[in-house]
């Protein structure tokens, strides 16, 4: 397994751990980009590797109030879940001391078995990077090695029903988020995953560089305010936000 974190600046109080290694290659990665994509990354990787006791040292500075979140991955500097073995150490070693603040993940959600054990170990609060829910659209732009989309769908549905707070981080673009067929494709999939929140979040991306590479439309395209309407009402349990914050109805005291 590859390896590699890094601490990141803390904002507002929370406290991100991230990996350079990936599973995925995203056209767009603002973390790696090969020599020849025409665009360089606005970020570079970690290039060392905590231990599981400098990860732990850093997560109990921060989980010292009830609302307090520290996250794996702060969302495309690498792949935290690459990292399972040092996390899930981690996580279970903070968890034998204290119960305080959200313990969350930022992921590509694709190593099934990684998030499972992850999950397993503690973890509060994770949030899945996507660009679509259809898996045409999804291996066009993420580029995948050795997952699927229904790797993504399976380690959501793990995390949901063990109790975790889960959410997407939807990477969106008027024109193809709010085709006809991704919407479907959207609703089924947070239906069938039981997600409880949807970041829409823009997607950063030359248009006509995306729009290459994603396949193009099949049916109508709705807009983006009919869209959110058509979620609200589709997915009247699921939030429509834009971050990750602590579960609405389980806070801890
Ligand atoms: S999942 Fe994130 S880190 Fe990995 S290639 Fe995609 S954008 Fe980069």
Redesign the pocket.
């Given at each position: 397994m590859p390896d590699l974190f890094e601490h990141l600046p803390a904002a507002l109080g929370r406290r991100r751990a991230g990996s350079f290694a990936?599973n995925?290659?995203?056209f767009g990665?603002?973390?790696?980009q090969p020599d020849d994509s025409g665009f360089v990354s606005p970020q570079t990787r970690l290039q060392f590797k905590p231990t599981a006791d400098e990860v732990v040292e850093i997560m109990l500075e921060h989980l010292r109030e009830p609302d307090s979140i520290i996250s794996f991955g702060q969302g495309?500097?690498?792949?935290p879940s690459t990292q399972a073995k040092t996390i899930i150490e981690a996580i279970k070693r903070v968890r034998e001391q204290t119960q305080m603040g959200y313990i969350n993940i930022n992921t590509?959600a694709g190593l099934t078995d990684h998030i499972r054990g992850i999950v397993d170990a503690g973890l509060d609060l994770m949030r899945v990077?996507t660009i679509s829910a259809l898996d045409d659209h999804y291996n066009a732009y993420?580029r995948p090695r050795g997952y699927t989309l229904a790797n993504v769908e399976k380690s959501l549905k793990y995390a949901t029903d063990k109790g975790v707070y889960t959410s997407i981080n939807y990477l969106v673009f008027p024109g193809v988020t709010d085709r006809e067929e991704e919407i479907e494709a959207m609703i089924g999939f947070a239906k069938r995953t039981g997600l409880k929140l949807i970041q829409m979040r823009n997607l950063n991306i030359d248009p006509d560089a995306y729009l290459s590479l994603i396949p193009p439309a099949q049916g109508e395209v709705y807009g983006m305010k009919t869209l959110l309407d058509i979620f609200r009402e589709e997915l009247p349990d699921v939030v429509i936000g834009s971050f990750t914050h602590v579960p609405p109805r389980t806070q801890k005291a």
């Open positions: 990936c995925a290659g995203c990665c603002i973390s790696e495309c500097e690498g792949e590509n990077s993420y």
